[in-house]
């Protein structure tokens, strides 16, 4: 979702002639991300399971995943 909530006021004034407010813009971007991606939490979920398909598709690759108390992503290679 590259939609900004200023691109997404605009193209609904120019599409619709509406008028929506920028936290309306941005709660639709918001539940649109989740629609297509599921939510953060239900990704880290699924990491694992991936990562395991990626590895039986490609022999050789190696991955650990480390977690904490605050869940934040920082690198997959």
Excluded at 46 to 52: A, C, G, Q, R, V
Aim: proline content about 3%; hydrophobic content about 45%.
């Amino acid at each position: 979702m590259d939609l900004k909530p200023r691109e997404i006021i605009g193209r609904m004034e120019s599409k619709f002639n509406i008028k929506v407010s920028y936290m309306k813009a941005w709660d639709a971007r918001r539940k649109a991300i989740k629609v297509v991606f599921d939510s953060w939490e239900e990704s880290y979920r699924t990491l694992n399971l991936f990562m395991d398909v990626v590895a039986s598709a490609m022999p050789g690759t190696v991955y650990r995943i480390q977690s904490t108390k605050t869940i934040r992503f920082q690198r997959l290679f």
